[in-house]
């Protein structure tokens, strides 16, 4: 993260052990001291309106857009030309982000890889990334940003992430909770069902990309029917 000038550090429910000893490269040690530890991927991400995960391909079917890594650039820079907050979330060395996981990101981030080794070390996973961030979309010189290469489908992805304010992944997770209280009080779904339909809402939710407009019209539409229903 130091050396491709990224700072903001937040690590999910790490092992405490480990965690204690952890240690940094010479001059980053300022990247693991102001590093935030929460115990969810959901506060991790909370304030973030555009969530990336990454991953292999390999053996998942992804359940949101995928972006190839070298196309990234133009959705980082609209995301940051209308004010919002991006999180990149990488999973543990030892098996990635899960299913559960990836069910807060708007996008997932595919590295091209050879087919005879797909997976990555997570540290050159995190470098790969970043460079490309550095590269394509950070600025070095200030007042000028290098502007990519783009594609219809890229193009139309950022006609997407071209409304008016963003809305942070909190205020999904909290139109989220209305909506299965709702699917609760209408017997919509079972309690066998809950935890299924809690992950299949995350996803819509994120794959809408409501405006702040939206959610405002969804919060009030939904608390509406809560009422009713409740009476």
């Not at 991953?55 to 650039?73: C, D, F, H, T």
């Not at 005879?116 to 550095?134: D, H, K, M, R, T």
């Not at 394509?136 to 990519?148: A, C, D, F, K, N």
């Not at 909290?174 to 809402?201: C, F, G, I």
Request: charged residues 20%; hydrophobic residues 40%.
């Amino acid at each position: 993260m130091a050396n491709f000038g990224f700072a903001h550090l937040v690590v999910v429910a790490p092992y405490e052990p480990h965690w204690q000893e952890a240690r940094s490269a010479v001059d980053s040690e300022y990247v693991l001291q102001n590093a935030r530890c929460v115990d969810s991927l959901a506060e991790a991400v909370a304030g973030a309106t555009l969530v990336f995960g990454t991953g292999s391909l390999e053996a998942r079917k992804p359940e949101q857009p995928v972006v190839q890594l070298p196309m990234i650039a133009p959705l980082f820079q609209a995301e940051l030309a209308r004010g919002g907050k991006i999180a990149l979330v990488f999973g543990p060395e030892k098996h990635g982000l899960t299913r559960e996981d990836l069910s807060w990101c708007h996008r997932l981030i595919e590295i091209p890889t050879s087919s005879v080794q797909p997976s990555i070390n997570l540290g050159q996973a995190v470098a790969i990334c970043l460079y490309e961030i550095s590269s394509h979309v950070l600025s070095h010189e200030p007042g000028h940003t290098r502007q990519p290469e783009s594609t219809p489908h890229l193009n139309e992805i950022k006609h997407d992430l071209s409304q008016d304010a963003s809305n942070t992944s909190g205020d999904l997770d909290r139109l989220a909770s209305l909506v299965e209280q709702v699917m609760v009080a209408s017997r919509y779904s079972p309690k066998t069902m809950q935890e299924a339909n809690r992950h299949d809402l995350r996803l819509s939710l994120r794959r809408l990309m409501f405006t702040r407009h939206d959610l405002r019209r969804a919060l009030g539409l939904f608390r509406r029917v809560l009422h009713a229903l409740n009476r």
